[in-house]
């Protein structure tokens, strides 16, 4: 006779995934406890991270949430963005020969010795 998989309900994967990722409980030793290979509470706790609470719909059947998968290269493309815009700021603000060494001879936060030549 054939044993099936052993499926665990939402709240037990959350759980789970919450005791890996606040470093209450290893991979290793979650899965050791449990009987199961250290893959699935590692996937788990991927799946809590990155979809919340929206993680493990239905009944233990992986789905996909498209909101999700639309939000996050979103999340992705607005960093860009404003690292794009950082980038191009600070062109903007080296051209205006605010960059090390433009203009000056000093370096940007060096003190200068007083001068030691006396009149003679």
Known sequence: M????????????????????????????????????????????????????????GNGSPKINKDHEIAKPKKKVEGLERENEMLNDFRAFSSQGHARGAGSSKSIGARSAPSRRHAG
Not at 35 to 55: L, Q
Request: proline share 4%; charged share 35%; aromatic share 8%.
């Open 2 to 57: 054939t044993q099936g998989r052993k499926r665990y309900d939402r709240q037990f994967k959350v759980s789970a995934a919450k005791a890996v990722l606040s470093g209450e409980m290893t991979v290793k030793d979650l899965s050791e406890e449990l009987g199961i290979k250290d893959s699935t509470p590692r996937r788990w706790a991927c799946e809590y991270e990155e979809m919340g609470g929206d993680a493990f719909p």
